[in-house]
């Protein structure tokens, strides 16, 4: 599977944009950029993916540059209940079932 | 009422028991996955099953075992516990589409420790 790269840890200030970045040189063409976060005590959920162009939902955007080999996780304002762990995730089409989590971005909202 | 629950949430128990974690779902999903997660680190894969008559390893699959018992109930077994079998577990669901990516509902997770 492709890997990505993902910071360790991130701030915020509540109600401010936070930009999460995810780094993923070795993507296919046949790989989806999928992010899930994860609560404290809770499961990980699903937030956003896409495949080439930027998407837009009730909790996130994702911006994907247009080689593919990076992408942003954007959340427009910051609150305190996203404070989380964010996984940036490659999902081949092939695999469809396949969810590979690394260690992703701890997101800290500062009140 | 959640739509992914395990039980139990937390389980102490000894080296060498015998356990079982169970995962139910009412989102009517034919798959359903565990995975673990240690402190720091993702979740990895134990085992998945795609409907009753398809399960399948995952990456760590050595010491646990599964049982299907139905569409909606999906348990994970630690035969003999030992202590690096101490994590936090993780049962998944997912609505099969051909075409289409799948997104995985999580539950609440159960937190193990093996003393």
């Known amino acids: 599977d492709a890997k990505t790269t993902q910071p360790n840890s991130m701030e915020s200030n509540e109600e401010e944009p936070v930009h999460l970045p995810c780094n993923h040189s070795?993507?296919?063409?046949?790989?989806?950029i999928h992010w899930y976060r994860q609560l404290p005590s809770q499961g990980p959920e699903y937030v956003i993916h896409?495949?080439?162009s930027n998407v837009n939902n009730r909790m996130a955007s994702l911006a994907i540059a247009e080689d593919r080999k990076s992408s942003t996780l954007i959340l427009h304002r910051a609150t305190l209940r996203d404070a989380a762990v964010y996984y940036c995730?490659?999902?081949?089409?092939?695999?469809?079932?396949?969810?590979?989590f690394g260690k992703g971005t701890l997101l800290t909202v500062n009140p | 009422d959640a739509d992914v629950t395990q039980t139990p949430r937390n389980r102490i128990t000894k080296t060498g028991k015998r356990i079982m974690l169970e995962c139910s779902q009412t989102?009517?999903?034919?798959?359903m996955y565990w995975y673990r997660q240690d402190p720091g680190l993702g979740l990895r894969l134990i085992y998945y099953?795609?409907?009753?008559?398809?399960?399948n390893k995952g990456e760590i699959s050595d010491g646990y075992s599964v049982s299907r018992q139905a569409q909606a109930k999906f348990s994970l077994s630690l035969e003999s516990a030992i202590p690096n079998q101490t994590a936090l577990y993780f049962c998944?669901?997912?609505?099969?589409?051909?075409?289409?990516?799948?997104?995985?509902?999580f539950g609440p997770g159960t937190r193990l420790l093996v003393l």
């Open positions: 995730i490659l999902r081949d089409r092939g695999s469809n079932y396949k969810l590979t």
């Open positions: 896409g495949l080439t």
């Open positions: 998944a669901t997912s609505d099969y589409g051909r075409g289409r990516l799948e997104t995985q509902y």
């Open positions: 099953s795609f409907d009753v008559k398809d399960i």
């Open positions: 989102k009517g999903h034919d798959r």
């Open positions: 070795t993507i296919s063409g046949t790989d989806y």
